[in-house]
């Protein structure tokens, strides 16, 4: 019963967002954040799950990143988080590895990469859309709403940014966010 309200919870969360995005509705909250501390945290966040499920992550910080951006550290958080989840999700066994990169014309990308089930070509543009997944027919082996890929869409583009997925069925994927 608690798993089953906090899963509705979540998905009721997931669907004011996505309303609130679609409505112009979302204020950001811009603020200063710190690279090395951020990296910390999503690492810490995510070491039990990591640990149960006997998988390696790593997190790198290219040498050439600011020590701080400027976004909403919440917004930010939340897609990362969602990617990382999936990936951790979707991963048996191997890694999830997330790489900070300094692109030219002072652009970030963060990108989240698995060794997990990866995404055939043809489901690739699909996943973005709300309430669609990958496996999504009736005898499902993995949870979800279907909503997680289309809110990092909308926050992505929120802040400025863009998503991409890059992946090969029995590969793994890389989620790639460039602000």
Known sequence: ISKSGHDLLHLINDILDLSKVEAG??????????????ANDLM?????????????????LEPALPESIRSDRNRLVQV?????????KFTSKGEV??????????FLSI?????GIGIPKDKQDII???FVQADGGTSRKYGG???????????????????RV?????????FTLRL
């Open 25 to 38: 509705k979302l204020d950001l909250n811009i603020s200063n954040i710190n690279l090395g501390d951020f």
């Open 44 to 60: 810490r966040t995510f070491r039990r799950t990591v640990q149960e499920k006997n998988l390696g992550m790593k997190i790198n």
């Open 80 to 88: 990362l988080n969602n990617l990382i989840s999936n990936a951790l």
């Open 97 to 106: 590895r997330v790489d900070f990169i300094r692109e030219a014309g002072d």
């Open 111 to 115: 990108s989240v990469s698995d060794t």
């Open 128 to 130: 973005f859309e709300a």
């Open 145 to 163: 709403t279907g909503l997680g890929l289309s809110i990092c869409r909308e926050l992505t583009k929120l802040l400025g940014g863009s998503i």
């Open 166 to 174: 890059d992946s090969e069925p029995g590969q793994g994927s890389t």
